[in-house]
């Protein structure tokens, strides 16, 4: 498990899934299923099969 404390948020992640909270920006990867991210803009989604080969920053 891996948890991450930064200036503007904390980063949760086990082996593939991460759970990203910033201010104003949630982002969740599940693998095998996809990610959601919601932040001002909106919400999005991504399928496992559009998202596995972005890089997770």
Same mark, same amino acid.
């Given at each position: 498990? *891996? !948890?991450? &404390?930064?200036?503007?948020?904390?980063?949760?992640?086990?082996?593939? !899934?991460?759970?990203? !909270?910033?201010? +104003? %920006?949630?982002?969740? *990867?599940? =693998?095998?299923? +996809?990610?959601?991210? /919601?932040?001002?803009?909106? &919400?999005? !989604?991504?399928? /496992?099969?559009?998202?596995?080969? %972005? =890089?997770? &920053?």
């Amino acid at each position: 498990m *891996r !948890l991450q &404390l930064e200036r503007r948020g904390i980063e949760a992640g086990i082996g593939s !899934l991460i759970i990203r !909270l910033v201010s +104003g %920006d949630v982002f969740i *990867r599940v =693998p095998m299923v +996809g990610q959601v991210a /919601w932040n001002q803009c909106g &919400l999005s !989604l991504d399928r /496992w099969a559009d998202a596995k080969h %972005d =890089p997770v &920053l």
